[in-house]
């Protein structure tokens, strides 16, 4: 098993540029997440999933699209990147909210 | 709403010392599960413990112990005899029983642990 992968590991964006974060996941799990870690501010919620079709809003929702056509599959696009938005990404999955999570290996964003 | 606070933002220790790491929560759920994890410096998120607000009894794994109370909304996390390769930063997180309730982290302890 190859868990949770992420592709990029590496990102240096311009402001207004838009582009995809992949994240995938071969355990079958049907909740997965991402969330954005800034220094001092732990990991934040950026949108989540808890089955194929169905995505919801975290605590850090604005900027940032998601969907979830596949149980393998949910990637992050960035509309139009803010220098804001420069962080480290993490996509999650899990069996449900109850049970930990994995996490895969992350993004490091930068936007100049 | 649910909160995670971690006060210790950084803490330095010198090796084989005893450390804990404190960790208060909030949530208005009645059933949620909380969990710690280390981030080491390269960088990946480990899953160490997780634990349901059920089941009050401390847990020992190794070096590691948790100490959970209700009474006052803490899961403490105490390392015995340290070590240089607890060097990492530790996070404590909530997740409630509620729809929306995802996980919430506490900022994060940084532990050094010198030689």
């Known amino acids: 098993n190859a868990g949770v992968t992420q592709t990029p590991k590496f990102q240096v964006l311009k402001t207004g540029q838009s582009m995809t974060l992949q994240c995938a996941q071969d355990m079958n799990h049907e909740y997965m997440s991402w969330y954005r870690q800034d220094p001092g501010m732990g990991l934040r919620l950026i949108h989540y999933s808890v089955g194929a079709g169905i995505t919801d809003q975290g605590e850090v929702p604005n900027g940032y699209n998601v969907s979830r056509s596949t149980t393998e599959d949910f990637p992050l696009r960035l509309l139009s990147a803010a220098p804001s938005q420069t962080s480290v990404y993490f996509c999650a999955s899990s069996w449900d909210r109850t049970q930990e999570q994995y996490f895969g290996p992350g993004t490091r964003l930068t936007v100049t | 709403a649910q909160k995670v606070t971690q006060a210790q933002t950084e803490i330095s220790v010198v090796e084989k010392e005893d450390v804990t790491l404190d960790c208060v929560y909030e949530?208005?759920?009645?059933?949620?599960?909380l969990f710690w994890y280390k981030q080491p410096p390269s960088g990946e998120l480990v899953f160490l413990i997780r634990?349901?607000?059920?089941?009050?009894q401390n847990e020992i794994s190794g070096r590691y112990s948790w100490n959970f109370q209700k009474s006052t909304s803490s899961f403490n996390f105490t390392i015995t005899a340290s070590q240089v390769v607890d060097s990492a930063v530790y996070f404590c997180?909530?997740?409630?029983?509620?729809?929306?309730?995802?996980?919430?982290f506490g900022g994060g302890t940084r532990l050094m642990v010198k030689p």
């Open positions: 634990r349901n607000s059920f089941d009050e």
């Open positions: 949530t208005r759920d009645t059933t949620y599960y």
């Open positions: 997180a909530l997740s409630g029983n509620n729809a929306g309730n995802m996980l919430t």
